[in-house]
C-alpha cells in the first residue's frame, strides 16, 4: 500500500539553525500538507500546496518558513532560524485531488530545537 | 467559526465497552468530517469519515453519527479493544485545510 514517508524521523538543532523536514508524499497525489503538533497538543495546519505554488498558509506559517517541492517526488519544509518554540512533530500530509478529501499523512519528524 | 471543539479529553473503558467521542464545528461551509487515530509516535491514520448528507456511516466496529442542525459528529467504537487504545482526533474541512479537535486518549482496559 502506497505510503506518504518522511525524513529524518528525529531532528535535534541548536537554536538560530536552518533545518529541512523532508517528505516523499504518494505517487499521483497532487495536494501536500504541512502540519505540525507540539507534544500533547492538536495537530495544526501549517501549509498546503498544489500546482508548484502554496494555496494556502496559516498564521504559524511566517517568514522563517518555506516550502519547496525540488523534484516530482520530494516535498520540503524549511525552517531559516529555528526558535525553542518551533520544536515539535512535523507531518506532512497528500490527497489525490479536489475530490477526494482523504489526506493521508507521514510518521512524522520530530524537531528539537535546543 | 474554525474550531472544532472535542470532548472527552480523556476516556478509559472496559473492554468489549462502547466508547463515544464528541465533536461539534460552528463553520457551516465544512462538508467532510474525518476521524483520526494516532498511536504514539506515529502519524494521524484516516480512521472514518463522513459528508453531511448522511446521518450515520459504519465501517467494522466504527460508526460516525452525524447532526447537521446541531452540527455534532461523533465515533462510537463498538466492542472495544485493549488494541483500540490510542488518541483519536475529529477533524473538519470544506474544501480547505484540516481542523482538528484537541484530542481524545482513549484507554481500553482488559
Known amino acids: 500500500e502506497p505510503e506518504v514517508t518522511q525524513t529524518p524521523s528525529h531532528q535535534v538543532t541548536q537554536m538560530g539553525q536552518e533545518v529541512i523536514l523532508r517528505c516523499v508524499p504518494i505517487?499521483?497525489?497532487?495536494?501536500f500538507y504541512w502540519y505540525r503538533q507540539i507534544l500533547g497538543q492538536k495537530v495544526e495546519f501549517l501549509v498546503s500546496?498544489?500546482?508548484?505554488?502554496?494555496?494556502?498558509k496559516s498564521e504559524i506559517f511566517d517568514d522563517q518558513f518555506s516550502v519547496e517541492r525540488p523534484d516530482g517526488s520530494n516535498f520540503t519544509l524549511k525552517i531559516r532560524s529555528t526558535k525553542l518554540e518551533d520544536s515539535a512533530m512535523y507531518f506532512c500530509?497528500?490527497?489525490?485531488?479536489?475530490?477526494?478529501?482523504?489526506?493521508?499523512f507521514g510518521p512524522g519528524t520530530r524537531l528539537t530545537v535546543l | 467559526q474554525q474550531q472544532v471543539k472535542q470532548s472527552p479529553q480523556s476516556l478509559i473503558v472496559q473492554k468489549g465497552g462502547i466508547p463515544i467521542i464528541n465533536c461539534a464545528y460552528e463553520?457551516?461551509?465544512?462538508?467532510?468530517f474525518p476521524w483520526y487515530q494516532q498511536f504514539p509516535g506515529k502519524g494521524p491514520a484516516l480512521l472514518i469519515a463522513?459528508?453531511?448528507?448522511?446521518s450515520e456511516k459504519k465501517e467494522g466496529r466504527f460508526t460516525i453519527s452525524f447532526n447537521k442542525s446541531a452540527k455534532q459528529f461523533s465515533l462510537h467504537i463498538m466492542d472495544s479493544q485493549p488494541g483500540d487504545s490510542a488518541t483519536y482526533f475529529c477533524?473538519?474541512?470544506?474544501?480547505?485545510?484540516?481542523?482538528f479537535g484537541k484530542g481524545t486518549r482513549l484507554s481500553v482496559i482488559a
Open positions: 505517487s499521483n497525489h497532487l495536494y
Open positions: 477533524a473538519a474541512s470544506g474544501n480547505t485545510p484540516l481542523v
Open positions: 500546496f498544489y500546482n508548484n505554488e502554496i494555496s494556502e
Open positions: 463553520n457551516t461551509a465544512f462538508d467532510y
Open positions: 463522513i459528508r453531511p448528507d448522511v
Open positions: 500530509a497528500s490527497k489525490a485531488g479536489d475530490a477526494y478529501n482523504e489526506q493521508f
